[in-house]
T-cell receptor, first 109, second 115 residues
Framework: GQNIDQPTEMTATEGAIVQINCTYQTSGFNGLFWYQQHAGEAPTFLSY??LDGLEEKGRFSSFLSRSKGYSYLLLKELQMKDSASYLC??????????WGAGTKLIIKP | EPEVTQTPSHQVTQMGQEVILRCVPISNHLYFYWYRQILGQKVEFLVSFYNNEISEKSEIFDDQFSVERPDGSNFTLKIRSTKLEDSAMYFC?????????????FGPGTRLTVL
């Protein structure tokens, strides 16, 4: 079966750094996406990785290791508005997006 | 910045009724998708659509569901004979192409409540 695992919830302090991990087992791999979702809103695209390594985009970076079936999203200089769920999604061999359950990130002042 | 729009934002219906959820994808996008997210659960793929036909669908997308692109801008999801368990947030998404590097952009969603 296809499976994507992320921690359910994480807590961090404003101004700090947090790393959200994602491990996956899917039928084929055509890229990994990170989306941010505020409660009651649509997922918004954050990053995309298809090759191994780190992709940096401002305060957010995403890392991929295909051999380990592993990715992480790194958020720096945390702001209160970063409080949201972070969804890891993998595009499988059928180009379908398979979603993790999301990691709820709570930022404390 | 172009965005995907969806109407209505909230739909309440009685069990057994038909509903049509509407989406206007980003204008130069060619691939369209529907997803659903039951409250507190993960996003689930329903269907993808390209060139006026379904390209992929999940096990959830049974005969109760259908999609249509009735004109050059709208993309609709019809749910026939709604069930209580159809209550969820339904998201439409679109992408410029369907290849591995193409990012899907999501609309704000329609919250469907079946009573």
């Amino acid at each position: 079966g296809q499976n994507i695992d992320q921690p359910t919830e994480m807590t961090a302090t404003e101004g700090a750094i947090v790393q959200i991990n994602c491990t996956y087992q899917t039928s084929g791999f055509n890229g990994l996406f990170w989306y941010q979702q505020h409660a009651g809103e649509a997922p918004t695209f954050l990053s995309y990785n298809v090759l191994d390594g780190l992709e940096e985009k401002g305060r957010f970076s995403s890392f991929l290791s295909r051999s380990k079936g592993y990715s992480y999203l790194l958020l720096k200089e945390l702001q209160m508005k970063d409080s949201a769920s972070y969804l890891c999604a993998v595009r499988d061999s059928n180009y379908q997006l398979i979603w993790g359950a999301g990691t709820k990130l709570i930022i404390k002042p | 910045e172009p965005e995907v729009t969806q109407t209505p934002s909230h739909q309440v219906t009685q069990m057994g009724q038909e509903v049509i959820l509407r989406c206007v994808p980003i204008s130069n996008h060619l691939y369209f998708y529907w997803y659903r997210q039951i409250l507190g659960q993960k996003v689930e793929f329903l269907v993808s659509f390209y060139n006026n036909e379904i390209s992929e669908k999940s096990e959830i997308f049974d005969d109760q569901f259908s999609v249509e692109r009735p004109d050059g801008s709208n993309f609709t999801l019809k749910i026939r004979s709604t069930k209580l368990e159809d209550s969820a947030m339904y998201f439409c998404a679109s992408s410029e192409a369907g290849g591995p590097t193409d990012t899907q952009y999501f609309g704000p969603g329609t919250r469907l409540t079946v009573l």
